[in-house]
């Protein structure tokens, strides 16, 4: 970015930044659904599962909740992208000396705060429960990189829902499949308990290896290849999705 675009940038993300703040119901009520899925998997259904990991369950299911908050808090990204578009405020900004691409950096970098601030919610609720990790800050900085990544990647396919929804339900609906998505993988059970065509599916989905990625950041085990097959999907995702929503925005725009 230009020095004008980075200007741009800071002025609109602060702009959006303070709509949050004027409503922070906004982050809590992300929070508690994966916060009531943690209790609801920790004091009601981790008696019954079996991990084989030698740590508590609470330990064990936190990365999947994790991702599970950040998948919630993007639909906010999208529904925000969407009321702007409809309410007008766009075509206000095009009139302005402002650099197009600032627009749909600044409600990503807002969306990167909110999430990060429920995903410390969660942290925090978790450290209640008995959550504790042998984690290194080199392992707890690793893990702050790929959530990050995570929630741009996701972020940037929430920018192309906003943009394409007809409605306002339209632009909140994609989450829902995000938000199943690590039920699909190995955030709650091993995934060799499952039958053998789900089980492969697992194995193979991105949750999967971010889960297991930051699980062993968590317990202080080496990472092996699940940290790059992790980087390359989310890589991938973050890229396609910046692509396609930067050439859906300047068609939208133009």
Do not use: C
């Not at 800050?137 to 940037?156: H, M, Q, R, S, Y």
């Not at 910046?242 to 133009?254: D, E, K, W």
């Amino acid at each position: 970015m230009t020095t004008h675009a980075l200007t741009d940038t800071r002025v609109l993300t602060w702009r959006s930044l303070r709509h949050v703040l004027r409503s922070p119901d906004t982050i809590i009520s992300t929070a508690i659904m994966p916060i009531a899925i943690m209790l609801l998997f920790v004091f009601v259904l981790g008696g019954a599962i079996s991990t084989g990991s030698g740590t508590s369950y609470v330990t064990y299911l936190l990365p999947g909740v994790l991702l599970i908050t950040i998948a919630s808090g993007v639909a906010y990204t999208s529904y925000r992208l969407f009321q702007d578009l409809q309410g007008g405020i766009t075509e206000r900004f095009r009139s302005m000396p402002i650099a197009r691409s600032s627009v749909l950096w600044a409600h990503v970098l807002t969306s990167l705060a909110a999430n990060l601030v429920s995903v410390a919610l969660v942290i925090g609720v978790a450290l209640l429960l008995g959550f504790r990790t042998a984690a290194s800050p080199l392992a707890w900085l690793a893990v702050a990189g790929i959530l990050t990544l995570f929630t741009l990647a996701l972020t940037w396919v929430a920018v192309i829902a906003g943009l394409s929804a007809k409605t306002v339900d339209g632009a909140s609906a994609f989450s829902y499949p995000l938000i199943f998505l690590p039920f699909l993988s190995s955030a709650f059970v091993p995934t060799d308990s499952m039958p053998g065509p789900l089980a492969w599916f697992a194995e193979h989905q991105p949750v999967t290896a971010v889960v297991n990625t930051i699980r062993a950041l968590f317990t202080g085990q080496p990472v092996g290849v699940e940290l790059w097959a992790a980087l390359a999907w989310l890589s991938g995702i973050l890229i396609a999705g910046f692509l396609v929503a930067t050439m859906m925005y300047r068609r939208r725009v133009g």
